[in-house]
Antibody, heavy 119, light 106 residues
Framework: QVQLVESGGGVVQPGTSLRVSCVAS????????MHWVRQTPGKGLEWVAV????????DYGDSVKGRFTISRDNSKNTLSLQMNSLRDEDTATYYC????????????WGRGTLVTVSS | IVLTQSPATLSVSPGESATLSCRAS??????LAWYQQKPGQAPRLLIY???ARPAGVAARFGGSGFGTEFTLTITGLQSEDFAVYYC?????????FGQGTRLDIK
């Protein structure tokens, strides 16, 4: 069955960097676009980034553009999000999600990893 | 694209039907999805392309609409359906979500 397992969350200070990752299993990773979506504590959902199956094309939400970089290693079935210049408002649970073939919705989600930015 | 969901909270009795609305600030054609989220869990895809159900989603969940007005209808509400529901447009970058509708037991 499809599984997405995130890791790498933690508590960091504003202005610093953090890398979160997601290991995929149960499907052919190289066939799917992959997304990051975040959710602030007690609040709604915010789409963060997407990466094409071959890793050549990425797009980002306005609030993270220029600070975050999405990448993938198809040989290791791994998706990553490098987060630089972190701000208090980046505090959230970060979900890895698989894109639907032929659409840009997300059909499978991981359980998330919590990133807390605080001094 | 701003998505506005209404109502913010909906209280319905088990066995009845619920109608949730999502309005887009600009036409998103049929590129709209609905997700269900329960406390402590990740969102779950219920509907994509306005009305398509992924495998494993019960037939009591139905989506309709086009352009700027969309509806999620849940018929014969069951206890496990009480959750928060989000709409999402993926017609334009960046992908955006509505603020959610909480479906409570009446």
């Amino acid at each position: 069955q499809v599984q997405l397992v995130e890791s790498g969350g933690g508590v960091v200070q504003p202005g610093t960097s953090l890398r979160v990752s997601c290991v995929a299993s149960g499907f052919t990773f190289i066939d799917y676009a992959m997304h990051w979506v975040r959710q602030t504590p007690g609040k709604g959902l915010e789409w963060v980034a997407v990466l094409s199956p071959d890793g050549d094309n990425a797009d980002y939400g306005d609030s993270v553009k220029g600070r975050f970089t999405i990448s993938r290693d198809n040989s290791k079935n791994t998706l990553s999000l490098q987060m630089n210049s972190l701000r208090d408002e980046d505090t959230a649970t970060y979900y890895c999600a698989r894109g639907i073939a032929g659409a840009r919705a997300q059909d499978y989600w991981g359980r998330g990893t919590l990133v807390t930015v605080s001094s | 694209i701003v998505l506005t969901q209404s109502p913010a909270t909906l209280s319905v009795s088990p066995g009845e039907s619920a109608t949730l609305s999502c309005r887009a600030s600009h036409s998103v054609t049929s590129n709209l999805a609905w997700y269900q989220q329960k406390p402590g869990q990740a969102p779950r895809l219920l509907i994509y392309a306005t009305s398509a159900r992924p495998a494993g989603v019960a037939a009591r969940f139905g989506g309709s609409g086009f352009g700027t007005e969309f509806t999620l209808t849940i018929t014969g509400l069951q206890s496990e359906d009480f959750a928060v529901y989000y709409c999402q447009q993926y017609n334009f970058w960046p992908i955006t979500f509505g603020q959610g509708t909480r479906l409570d037991i009446k």
